[in-house]
């Protein structure tokens, strides 16, 4: 565990104490299977391939999750690519390709895909997600375990694009795989001047989504930007999709408010204190949270540390989708003996709705054995 988790993890608990209670395995009355649990893609199937590229995303179909995840930024010439960051270097080789093409943000170089055209960002490969290590100048693989960085072939992908692959792998196999869509940094690209909201939920009513029946989710870490699709945009463009809060740390620096010209972090807590899911509830559907806000880290087997979290959610008529299930070394929390204890205890003890998965094809096989029976 590193130090700067150790410390997110006391800033956690000491803002949302109040938030937690002791729960013993005995206390715990495990929900009954009843309504589906739902398995999302955490930017495809990106525990095997490269997250967000199209190869993924047709591993995560073919695994037979029940939605696909996409998050979409914009583009220089205003397109939408699907990129879990506003900026390229954390997945591709824009460093090299244009190394003189960035903003230096705090003294660190961002290359941020806003700069960029997309025939540009089409010269880019690909890859599994790297930090640089400044002194020795080489990538260090985020997942060391998984693909291979800059092996194959793999390029970033248009909203287009990947609509077109899952609406023609739905049309071959007759399957209705949804769309779960996040609006990244809404934030950052209206202070660059581009509605990134109104470009994706344009693009979804041209593919033909434009109600709450079709399987379409719109998530976003910007509640200011969720409830103006809410209140404003949908009723605007003609469409009706469900809505879900996502919640971060403060320190993630996921949502930032301009002041005098000056980002500084939007302010999470009123959402994880008593209250604070039902004002929630007035504009989103559902909350997507981190799942250390439902289950304490410090909980062990025998001594579940968990929120009210999913409880209020449900008492206000929402659903829960926490992130992210991952099968890494390491990365199962202690109280779980391994990847499947950690689904049964968040789907059928704490009972949370669905999840978002770096392994979908061993959530979907998790859920069809525990609904088959």
Known sequence: ?????????????????????TTTESEITEHKIGEHKLVIAHRGASGYLPEHSLAAKAMAYGSGVDYIEQDVVMTKDDKLVVLHDHYLHRVTDV??????????????????????????????????????????????????????????????STLEEE????????????????LYLEIKAPWFHRHEGKDISKAALTVLKNYGYSNRQDKVFIQCFDPIE????????????????????????????????????????????????????????????????WKPMIISEDSTSDNLIISDLVKDAHAAGMKVHPYTFRNDPFLVPAYADNFEDMLDIFFYKVGVDGVFTDYPDLA???????ESR
């Open 364 to 370: 979907v096989n998790f859920v069809r054995k525990k």
């Open 226 to 289: 969720t409830k103006r699709i809410h209140d404003q945009l949908m009723a605007d463009i003609g469409v009706d999709f469900k809505l879900i809060q996502l919640i971060a740390q403060n320190d993630w620096n996921e949502t930032m408010i301009y002041q005098q010209g000056t980002a500084v972090p939007y302010d999470y807590d009123w959402m994880l204190k008593p209250g604070g899911m039902a004002k929630i509830a007035e504009y989103a559907d559902g909350v997507g949270p």
């Open 95 to 156: 460093m090299t390709v244009f190394p003189e093409r960035y903003r230096l943000v705090d003294g660190n170089k961002h290359w941020f895909a806003i700069d960029f055209t997309l025939s540009e960002i089409k010269q880019l490969k690909m890859t599994e997600g790297f930090k640089l290590d400044p002194k020795s100048n080489t990538l260090i693989p985020n997942y060391p375990n998984r693909f291979p960085l800059f092996k194959s072939s793999f390029s970033v």
């Open 163 to 178: 609509i077109e692959l899952i609406q023609g792998l739905n049309h071959s196999t007759g399957k209705n795989i949804g």
């Open 1 to 21: 565990m590193t130090t700067r988790f150790i410390f997110m993890l006391i800033a956690l608990f000491s803002i949302q104490g109040c938030y937690f209670q």
